[in-house]
T-cell receptor, first 116, second 113 residues
Framework: EAGVAQSPRYKIIEKRQSVAFWCNPI?????LYWYQQILGQGPKLLIQ????????DSQLPKDRFSAERLKGVDSTLKIQPAKLEDSAVYLC??????????????FGAGTRLSVL | GDSVTQMEGPVTLSEEAFLTINCTYT??????LFWYVQYPGEGLQLLLK?????DKGSNKGFEATYRKETTSFHLEKGSVQVSDSAVYFC????????????FGGGTRVLVKP
C-alpha cells in the first residue's frame, strides 16, 4: 500500500512570494490533515478535511493561508504572501473514516519551506 | 485547551541502556494517547498507542501505559540500540476517530555505540 505522498520535498522562497504544497493521501482515506512543524516544536494542526469538506480550520491563518481538497482526494495548501515565520516543515497526514486504524494518522515525509 | 508536555532533550545514551521519556497531558474526558517517532530524514510514524486507562501500548521493544490518575503516558525501552536514535513525540486525540492530534514538543534521543 502506497503511503502519503507530498511534493515538493524542499522549497526556498523570498518573503512576500507565494508557494503551494501538494498532498496525495492513502487511497480510501476520507480524512486529510495539514500540520505545520516549526523547528524544535511538535506539529500543529492547520486544517482538517473530511472528504472535500473542512472539519477544523481554527488554527489556519486565513489572511495568507488557504487549502482545498477538490473531489475529496488530493489536497493543496497555499501561502500567499509568505512571511519569515512561515519557515517550517508542512506535514500532510490521512486516516480512514471508520474501521480498524480509524484513530491512526499516517504521515507523509513533509515539505520543508525556507522563507528568506 | 488540550496540551501535552514531554521532557526536553536531547537525551544521550549508550547502547543497551534503559530509556524513559516522560509525557503528561491535559485534556477533558478520555483521550487516546500516542507515541510517534521521526527518524532522520523521514516522516512521523506511529510507534504505539493506548485508547483507555491502564492500557499498555507496545511495539519494537517500547512500552507505554495510559495512567489516568497521573495523566501520564511515559515511554520506556529496556535496551536501546543505535537505530533507536530519533525524535519521539507524545500526542493525544480526543473524542471519536478523525480528531486532530495535539503533540508535545518532541524529545531527541541519541544512542551511541
Amino acid at each position: 500500500e502506497a503511503g502519503v505522498a507530498q511534493s515538493p520535498r524542499y522549497k526556498i522562497i523570498e518573503k512576500r512570494q507565494s508557494v503551494a504544497f501538494w498532498c496525495n493521501p492513502i487511497s480510501g482515506h476520507a480524512t486529510l490533515y495539514w500540520y505545520q512543524q516549526i523547528l524544535g516544536q511538535g506539529p500543529k494542526l492547520l486544517i482538517q478535511f473530511q472528504n472535500n469538506g473542512v472539519v477544523d480550520d481554527s488554527q489556519l491563518p486565513k489572511d495568507r493561508f488557504s487549502a482545498e481538497r477538490l473531489k475529496g482526494v488530493d489536497s493543496t495548501l497555499k501561502i500567499q504572501p509568505a512571511k519569515l515565520e512561515d519557515s517550517a516543515v508542512y506535514l500532510c497526514a490521512s486516516s480512514p473514516l471508520r474501521g480498524r486504524g480509524s484513530n491512526i494518522q499516517y504521515f507523509g515525509a513533509g515539505t520543508r519551506l525556507s522563507v528568506l | 485547551g488540550d496540551s501535552v508536555t514531554q521532557m526536553e532533550g536531547p537525551v544521550t545514551l549508550s547502547e543497551e541502556a534503559f530509556l524513559t521519556i516522560n509525557c503528561t497531558y491535559t485534556a477533558t474526558g478520555y483521550p487516546s494517547l500516542f507515541w510517534y517517532v521521526q527518524y532522520p530524514g523521514e516522516g512521523l510514524q506511529l510507534l504505539l498507542k493506548a485508547t483507555k486507562a491502564d492500557d499498555k501500548g507496545s511495539n519494537k521493544g517500547f512500552e507505554a501505559t495510559y495512567r489516568k490518575e497521573t495523566t501520564s503516558f511515559h515511554l520506556e525501552k529496556g535496551s536501546v540500540q543505535v537505530s533507536d536514535s530519533a525524535v519521539y513525540f507524545c500526542a493525544l486525540s480526543r473524542g471519536a476517530a478523525g480528531n486532530k492530534l495535539t503533540f508535545g514538543g518532541g524529545t531527541r534521543v541519541l544512542v551511541k555505540p
